[in-house]
């Protein structure tokens, strides 16, 4: 069983910066790709950012250009968030699939429980 645990949120005030981080325990894993997700309250889960773990290639949601940067060393995912905004509030998910990547949450196996970020204004 693949487990994926996130860290990193917490409560920033509007213009600040975090940085989450996942990561897989269990049993051995090699990921095709690695996301962020995120999920306000009422809302549905949105892709923020994916990676692809063999070369490193990047895509992002447009809204989060030039603010996000994902990256990834050794097993670990990280998303830095700068410039955050109040409607940046979300629980912020980590996914990874081993054979697919994608934007939408029904491509990827494995999930995390989820980080909150909190953006006061």
């Known amino acids: 069983q693949v487990q994926l645990v996130e860290s990193g949120g917490g409560l920033v005030q509007a213009g600040g910066s975090l940085r989450l981080s996942c990561a897989p325990s269990?049993?051995?894993?090699?990921?095709?790709?690695m996301a962020w997700f995120r999920q306000a309250p009422g809302k549905e889960r949105e892709f923020v950012a994916l990676?692809?773990?063999?070369?490193?290639s990047t895509y992002y949601v447009d809204s989060n250009k030039g603010r996000f940067t994902i990256s990834r060393d050794n097993a670990t995912v990280y998303l830095q968030m700068n410039s955050l905004k109040p409607e940046d509030t979300a629980v912020y998910y980590c996914?990874?699939?081993?054979?697919?990547?994608?934007?939408?949450?029904?491509?990827?196996?494995?999930w995390g429980q989820g980080t909150q970020v909190t953006v006061s204004s």
């Open positions: 990676i692809i773990w063999s070369g490193g």
């Open positions: 996914a990874a699939d081993p054979v697919r990547g994608g934007t939408k949450p029904e491509m990827y196996n494995y």
């Open positions: 269990g049993r051995t894993f090699t990921a095709y790709a």
